[in-house]
Every structure is written in structure tokens, then in C-alpha cells.
């Protein structure tokens, strides 16, 4: 998956704006990954952590939203 996620990108960096791309990039992965912890590692689901990611969803959504 590290060999392909960044290749993903660079394949859709040639339709998309590089900001929007990588910002959902980004946001997909810190999600993502934070995500995997909670479920399978057992890592703390607290309320304010999931704020915290509840924001980069809302974050990302809306760079894409306004981005045009």
C-alpha cells in the first residue's frame, strides 16, 4: 500500500488541482491510519480525538467544496 497510495496520486495530479489532491491525501491517511488504531490496536477513542478527526473530515470536505 505505500508503494501505490503515493503512485495514486501522482496518477490523479493529472486531472485534479495539486492543493485539493493532496489535501484529501493527506486527510484520508491521518483518518485513516488514526482510524486502524482505534479498531485493531486498541489506541483511545476519546471523545476529543475523534473530534479531532471529525475536523479534518470537515476540513478536507471543505477545501473541495470551495476549491472549485
Known amino acids: 500500500m505505500a508503494l501505490v ?6 496518477f490523479a495530479l493529472r486531472e485534479l488541482p495539486v ?24 489506541e483511545s477513542a476519546s471523545p476529543g480525538r475523534l473530534l479531532g478527526l471529525a475536523a479534518i473530515v470537515v476540513g478536507v470536505a471543505g477545501l473541495h467544496l470551495v476549491g472549485g
Open 19 to 42: 492543493g485539493g489532491a493532496y489535501a484529501v491525501w493527506v486527510g484520508v491517511g491521518a483518518v485513516g491510519t488514526a482510524g486502524a488504531g482505534m479498531l485493531f490496536l486498541g
Open 5 to 10: 497510495s503515493p503512485a495514486m496520486l501522482s
